[in-house]
Each structure stands twice: as structure tokens, then as C-alpha cells.
């Protein structure tokens, strides 16, 4: 019976080897397959998130870059209406330059403003060194005469200035009197312009960004170049520039080698083309980021997974041919051996399932040691003696391939000082505890080693890998959360805040031990209604997060202006537990666009409103008029003497009595009726509804009494000046704000050619 058993064993024992064999390359083949899988659809997902991070980025650049042009377009407009004018009066040269230098330094990367006559000469500009330059051979000049259409918007390519910076200029046509072609404004955009929106998207240093003319040159851009005007984006036909405008899409993303850089990146390109103004040719935008860069990580974990499975299948071959060795010689030793094994490993089977299972439920992994010394009696190994199943599922390693191995055959990279550590504890008796990364498996441990006796040791541990991940994680977070220039706040469900960041610390004016446990409220600047408030907290209850403007208040009671974005946290059942918001202050943006919308449509000088604004007002008037059948009056008014006052007294007490007389003027009309300044000492007033033309006459009487008193200047001086005025009335006297405010001109000169100190309507035969 023993024979028969024995002689059966390999024949058996091939069978299970070959299925062994079988089974593990399977697995390997498996798990091969998954870990393909997965860093495959990590792949993808990188490659969309960034593509959709670089198309928002571009988006955010084209509404702040159009906004920017559309402010321009206007401050062109209202230096086309306001300079000829200014030009026309005394000093004129002199007003139109600081006009032109005001709006040059309120807005934003504008160089210089540029106006021409129709030769091509500079009759006005901020910059001194321009004025008398002729541009009539420019380009910027030519293209603008070409379409000479005053409500297009010309961009040109860029061109190097005289020191050396390239620039472009934004150009629109003037029209003289009779509607030809009269001349040139021009602005001159520096990098300045592009600058900051550009540089504010690169959220990763490898990320680069740049905008260029509708032709294919290069108008600004991030990386470094010494002559922009010389990158042409459009010579080769198959670029990614011209691939995005032959698609026909507002914003494509490429991936390819661009002409800019010569290496890999992925590209998001968006066309520029603000809908509220007409340009003759639209900018690229270009926000792009090395390929290499975006994967970088990802190639990393690829190469570390890959590494990972080799090793792994070297172990397991390893461990299979051990294995197989050792069942070989197991059967040879069995055939001896059977018989008297049979009845003590039967006696011992019930007791060793007992230990066995108790020993293998340990939530710890546990391994017993021996160390092995060289030939010179010093450390150099351990032995695995017994090993438990949770040792097995930490290290990937079962327990039969381990014992009677030594550490060096199981892991060739071990670190000496492990196997130096363990020794001392073999051979002194002092027992070991340490929290130490073990190499070969790439794990955290926490380890407490024990004598068991001379030259043994046991060896109980935990695998922490998890929980030190988890505190580098939340080191990284906390360097973030404290030196992001966002920002940062972490509050409860009732909106208590449970921390900040430094950041929210500055921009709020509290410290952070002011900031804890307060409520939120304590920001609120009075400025929303409690609906206000409510819609916020609904959309968070239902959607989960919120953003958009907000108006709060600093410590110092400064109200100020932010865009804030909130977020819910939720826990595992999907409760929330906690908001965390974002802010950024960018009240100073919105004060400087109100500024830029303010000069565009007011007086430098008295700030009352200018030719553009006045004719505005005026056409709204004539509408109401004209819908309601009422009757409305233009009043036209020019100084007598003010000359005098300028010769005698001054060009400052000149500009400090037309300030006075718009004061005094304003006082005298109705809060809906218009004031304006049209230049020099010229002023108009709009009257809305009024019931016959004689209560414009007593207005024009009472501003001529009013404006007789003598003017105290701030120099102790006195000023006098008096007023002649000339009234038309609409809709009789004219349907067009320009015929009226010109008839009423012509019924002033009518009024001083009579002796002064009086006013005229406009004549019947004329109005007729």
C-alpha cells in the first residue's frame, strides 16, 4: 500500500506543477492586463483634463482681452469727437495733448495715443516726440485709409518701436466735416497690454501663452524672443495656426510640435473678435503646454508600475522554482519518511490547525528570524524560520516561499542596515522599535523586533505605507492652503469659520485667532438684501457650490469687492460637514474700468459730460419728443471775455473759472436736464419736457444774470466774464442732434454780432 502510494507522488507532483505553472502566468497575464487598463484610462483622463484646462484658460483671456479692446474702441471714439474740437479753440494743441495724456495714463498698456490729419501728420499726442512725425508711408496709417470706414477697428501686425519694444496700434479713421476721410487716431498697445492677462494663466511654469495678429505674426508672447515681427505663424500651410482657422471654431486644442517653442506641446488656440466692436482683423490667442510636462508624472508611475510587475514576475518565477525544487526533494524525503510520519503528524494536525488559524488571524504580520553570519563570524543575512498569512498579504510573498530562505534571496536589494539592526537584537537582547521605509517593497513599516534566543529573533510589524502617505498629503495641502495668494476659508454648516488661511487673514484685515469660530456675517457689507444671502445658501444646499461677485467689508470698514467661489464637503453618506470658499479682491479692476467708462464720457477739464456723452442725451431727448409729441431746447453758450481772464490772470484761473461757471450753471437746471462742455469756453444745455420755447428763454435769461457776478478764484482774485446764448428748439427747429446743436451756434453768432450779453432763438426762415 506504501509502494503503491509512494510510486504515484510524481506523477501527481508534475500534474500540480504544470497547473501551478499555469495558474500563476495567468495571473501575471491578468494583472498585467488591468495595470494596462488603468494607467491607459489615467492617460486619457489627463490628456481631457488638461485640454479642457487650456481651453478655459484661453476663454478667460479672450473675455478680460476683449473687454480691453471694446474699452479702447471707445476711448478712440471719444478722442475722435473731442480733439477736433479742442483743437479748434485757443491753446487748443495744448488741451488736446493733456487730454490724450490722461486717458493714456488711466489706461493700461497704452503707449501712446496718435491723432493725424490726412497727410499722414501728427497733430496731437500724448508723447511730445510724436507730434509733427509724418505716418502717411506706415502701414498703420495706409491700411486705416484703405477702409476708411470710422466705425472699423484696425489691428496692425507688430512693429518694433524706436527703443527696441515691439508694439501694435489699434487705429480708426476720422472724417472731416463732410464725412471724407480726414485723418487718423491710433493707439499704441506696448507688451504691457498682453503682460499681465497672459502671465496670470500660467498656472505651471512649463505653461506658455501668446497672442498674435490675424496675418500669422507674433503680437506678444511669454517665451523669450528677440525679434517677434519676424515669427510668422501662418508660412507653413499645415501650422497649427492654420489648422485652427481653416476649422472654423472659436477655440480648437492640437497637440504638435509648434513653431514657437520646436518641441511637443498641446495648444489650445481661441480667435479674439469682441462682439461689441468691429475690427478688420481678429487675434489668435495661444495658451500651450509641454507634452513631456503633462505626462511626466504619469510616465513616472508607468515606469514605477512596470518595474513593479517585473519585479513581482521575477519573484513568482523565482519562488515557482524553488518551490518546485523543494516538492521535488519533499517527495524523495516522503518516500523515506510516510510511514512513521503518518500517526505524529495526525496527533499534531489538531493542535497545529488551532495554532495555526490563531497565529494567521493576526492583524499584524509576525515572521521568526535567524541570523546568518559569514565566514569571519560577522551579520550578513537573516533566515526565515515561520511566517504568518498577514506577513503574506503585506509583502506579497506566501509563507512556504519564504521559509529556510534568507532575506538576500527574497529581496537582493534589502538595505544592510535592517539586516545590522536585527542582529543587534539577536545577539544583545535589547529589543528594537523604529518606523522605517523597507526598500524592496516600496512600504512603510512600523517594526518592534524581540530575542527569542541567542542568534533569533521575532519579528511583529504593520505596514503604515497608507498612513504616511496620507501625512505627506496633508504637509502638501498645508503648504499650499498657507502661501496660495487666494483667499482661503473652512467653515462649519452654520458658516463659523473653523480656519483660514493667511491669505483671507490680509485681504479681510483680521488675524485668524480673530477669524475662528466667528461667523461669516461679520463681513457683510450691507450692500445685498437678505434674498441675496438665501440664494447662496439654497444653491449650496442643492447644487453643492456657488460663486459669482460679492461686496464685503474689511476690519477697517473699507467695503470692498471680491469674487468669491464656495464649495460643500460631504461625508461618506453624503451629509455636508463643512463649505470651504475661495476670494480674490478685485475691487481695484472694477474701479479702474468705472474710471476708463468715465473719461471716455466726460470732460477732462470740469467732468461734465463731453460731446459724445451731450449727443447721446441729446438724440434720447429728441426721441422722447418726438414719441410723446413735447418740445425740448438746446441752449448753446460761449463766454464773453474769458480770453481776458486767461491773458491777464492766467491758463490756471482760465481752467478754475470754467469749472466755476459749470458749477454755477448746473445749480440753475433741473436734475434731469444736461450740461455739457463741447471745448474751450463753449457750453450746451439739453432741456428734456418743456412747455413752450419762452421757458427756454428763461433759462438762457437767468444763466446770463447768474453768470455776470464776478467769480472769487482761490488766489484771492476776482474773475468776470459774461455769456451770450443761442436757443434752438426741437423738434421745429431740427430732427438731428448735430443740426440742432449747429443751428444753435449759428443763433449764438447772432446773438454776439447784437451787442453781447444775450440770446437768440434760431431764425424761422433757417429752421424752415
Known amino acids: 500500500m506504501t509502494h503503491s502510494t509512494t510510486s504515484e507522488q510524481p506523477a501527481f507532483l508534475e500534474r500540480n506543477l504544470r497547473t501551478l505553472w499555469l495558474v500563476v502566468a495567468s495571473a501575471l497575464l491578468v494583472v498585467a492586463g488591468v495595470i494596462a487598463h488603468g494607467l491607459y484610462r489615467e492617460y486619457r483622463a489627463i490628456d481631457a483634463q488638461e485640454r479642457e484646462r487650456l481651453a478655459n484658460q484661453a476663454r478667460i483671456v479672450d473675455e478680460n482681452l476683449s473687454l480691453r479692446l471694446t474699452t479702447t474702441d471707445s476711448a478712440l471714439d471719444s478722442i475722435r469727437n473731442e480733439l477736433p474740437w479742442l483743437l479748434a479753440q485757443q491753446n487748443g494743441e495744448l488741451l488736446a495733448n493733456k487730454r490724450l495724456q490722461s486717458l493714456a495714463s488711466a489706461m493700461i498698456g497704452i503707449r501712446a495715443f496718435v491723432l493725424t490729419n490726412a497727410d499722414g501728420d501728427a497733430i496731437a499726442s500724448n508723447r511730445q516726440e510724436l507730434i509733427g512725425r509724418n505716418f502717411h508711408d506706415s502701414e498703420r496709417f495706409l491700411a486705416v485709409r484703405r477702409d476708411d470706414n470710422p466705425n472699423v477697428l484696425h489691428v496692425s501686425a507688430p512693429f518694433a518701436t524706436p527703443i527696441g519694444v515691439y508694439a501694435i496700434s489699434l487705429g480708426k479713421a476720422v472724417p472731416d466735416r463732410d464725412g471724407k476721410f480726414g485723418g487718423v487716431i491710433l493707439a499704441i ?6 503682460r499681465t492677462l497672459l502671465y496670470s494663466v500660467r498656472y505651471t511654469q512649463d505653461v506658455a501663452a501668446s497672442v498674435a495678429h490675424g496675418d500669422g505674426k507674433l503680437v506678444f508672447s511669454s517665451e523669450a524672443a528677440e525679434d517677434l515681427a519676424s515669427i510668422d505663424l501662418s508660412a507653413q500651410a499645415d501650422s497649427l495656426f492654420n489648422q485652427h482657422l481653416k476649422s472654423g471654431a472659436v477655440t480648437d486644442v492640437f497637440a504638435g510640435v509648434t513653431t514657437s517653442a520646436g518641441d511637443q506641446r498641446l495648444t489650445a488656440l481661441r480667435t479674439i473678435r469682441p462682439a461689441a466692436i468691429s475690427i478688420d482683423k481678429p487675434l489668435i490667442m495661444a495658451i500651450s503646454r509641454a507634452i513631456p510636462a503633462i505626462y511626466a508624472q504619469w510616465r513616472q508611475q508607468a515606469l514605477a508600475t512596470a518595474c513593479l510587475f517585473g519585479l513581482l514576475g521575477l519573484v513568482a518565477a523565482l519562488g515557482m522554482s524553488f518551490y518546485q525544487r523543494r516538492q521535488h526533494a519533499y517527495v524523495r524525503l516522503l518516500a523515506d519518511r510516510v510511514a512513521e510520519r503518518n500517526a505524529a503528524e495526525q496527533a499534531f494536525q489538531a493542535s497545529e490547525a488551532q495554532f495555526r488559524t490563531l497565529f494567521d488571524m493576526m492583524s499584524e504580520g509576525f515572521c521568526l528570524l535567524e541570523i546568518v553570519c559569514d565566514a569571519a563570524g560577522k551579520p550578513d543575512d537573516v533566515r526565515y524560520l515561520l511566517a504568518n498569512a498577514t506577513y503574506a498579504r503585506h509583502t506579497g510573498v506566501k509563507s512556504r516561499d519564504l521559509i529556510g530562505r534568507t532575506a ?29 521605509r523597507f526598500g524592496p517593497l516600496d512600504r512603510w513599516l512600523r517594526v518592534s523586533a524581540y530575542q527569542t534566543q541567542p542568534g533569533r529573533l521575532a519579528v511583529v510589524f504593520a505596514d503604515v505605507t497608507e498612513n504616511h502617505r496620507m501625512l505627506e498629503r496633508v504637509r502638501q495641502q498645508a503648504m499650499v492652503f498657507n502661501n496660495t495668494e487666494e483667499g482661503i476659508v473652512i467653515t462649519d454648516t452654520k458658516g463659523d469659520v473653523v480656519d483660514a488661511n493667511p491669505a483671507f487673514a490680509r485681504i479681510t484685515e483680521y488675524s485668524l485667532d480673530e477669524l475662528r469660530g466667528r461667523n461669516m456675517r461679520i463681513l457683510q457689507s450691507g450692500r445685498h438684501d437678505r434674498g441675496f444671502y438665501l440664494n447662496i445658501w439654497k444653491a449650496l444646499s442643492e447644487g453643492g457650490n456657488w460663486q459669482g461677485e460679492i461686496w464685503n467689508r474689511r476690519k477697517s470698514g473699507d467695503i470692498y469687492l471680491e469674487w468669491i467661489s464656495i464649495s460643500a464637503v460631504r461625508d461618506d453618506d453624503g451629509d455636508i460637514v463643512n463649505y470651504v470658499g475661495s476670494s480674490i479682491d478685485i475691487s481695484r479692476m472694477k474701479h479702474a474700468q468705472s474710471e476708463l467708462e468715465r473719461l471716455a464720457h466726460h470732460d477732462g477739464l470740469t467732468d461734465l459730460p463731453n460731446r459724445l456723452l451731450l449727443v447721446s442725451r441729446l438724440d434720447h431727448a429728441i426721441a422722447g419728443a418726438r414719441r410723446h409729441a413735447g418740445m425740448g431746447a438746446v441752449l448753446f453758450i460761449d463766454l464773453d471775455g474769458f480770453k481776458r481772464v486767461n491773458d491777464t490772470l492766467g491758463h490756471k484761473a482760465g481752467d478754475e473759472l ?17 450740461l455739457g462742455r463741447l471745448g474751450g469756453d463753449e457750453f450746451v444745455i439739453v ?5 413752450d420755447p419762452h421757458a427756454a428763454a428763461k433759462v438762457a435769461d437767468d444763466v446770463i444774470r447768474q453768470l455776470r457776478q464776478p467769480f472769487p478764484l482761490s488766489d484771492g482774485a476776482l474773475a468776470s466774464v459774461g455769456a451770450s446764448v443761442g436757443i434752438a428748439i426741437f423738434p421745429q427747429d431740427g430732427s438731428r442732434s448735430a443740426e440742432l446743436i449747429e443751428r444753435a451756434d449759428r443763433a449764438l453768432y447772432e446773438a454776439k454780432s447784437g451787442g453781447r450779453g444775450g440770446y437768440r432763438f434760431v431764425a424761422r426762415s433757417e429752421a424752415a
Not at 498697445?189 to 498682453?194: R, T
Not at 527574497?410 to 523604529?434: L, Q
Not at 459749470?662 to 434731469?672: A, K, S, V
Open 189 to 194: 498697445l506696448g507688451p504691457e497690454f498682453f
Open 408 to 436: 538576500r534571496e527574497i529581496y537582493p536589494a534589502i538595505e544592510r542596515s535592517w539586516i545590522e539592526r536585527f542582529a543587534a537584537v539577536a545577539f544583545t537582547g535589547e529589543p528594537a522599535h523604529f518606523r522605517e
Open 658 to 674: 470754467l469749472i466755476a461757471v459749470g458749477t454755477r450753471i448746473r445749480r440753475r437746471l433741473r436734475d434731469f436736464d444736461t
Open 687 to 691: 432741456l428734456d419736457e418743456i412747455a
